[in-house]
């Protein structure tokens, strides 16, 4: 059961820019660290995050065809106006 204090595997989520790049209040940041401590589908979620920033971070642009950018341009437009 959660109390007020318990974060929710969909706010941790939401959260999880905020915590990579050290945005969380000190409360938020416990709250956070405390649910992703206890449940296994958040653990393991944010091991692939990690994993993703791990393996992201090192790409650079020239790695990326202009089809490829042109693809992922038009997809982000697409999620933008669908909102």
């Known amino acids: 059961?959660?109390?007020?204090?318990?974060?929710?595997?969909?706010?941790?989520?939401?959260?999880v820019t905020d915590y990579f790049e050290g945005a969380l209040s000190?409360?938020?940041h416990a709250r956070f660290e405390e649910h992703a401590a206890?449940?296994?589908?958040?653990?393991?979620?944010l091991h692939q995050m990690r994993e993703t920033i791990r393996?992201?971070?090192r790409l650079e642009r020239?790695?990326?065809s202009p089809e490829?950018?042109?693809?992922?341009?038009?997809?982000?437009r697409s999620f933008r106006s669908d909102r």
């Open 1 to 15: 059961m959660e109390t007020a204090e318990d974060i929710s595997c969909q706010e941790l989520v939401e959260l």
């Open 26 to 28: 000190p409360e938020d």
């Open 38 to 45: 206890v449940c296994r589908g958040c653990k393991a979620y």
């Open 55 to 57: 393996v992201v971070g």
């Open 62 to 64: 020239a790695h990326v």
């Open 68 to 76: 490829a950018e042109q693809a992922l341009r038009e997809a982000f």
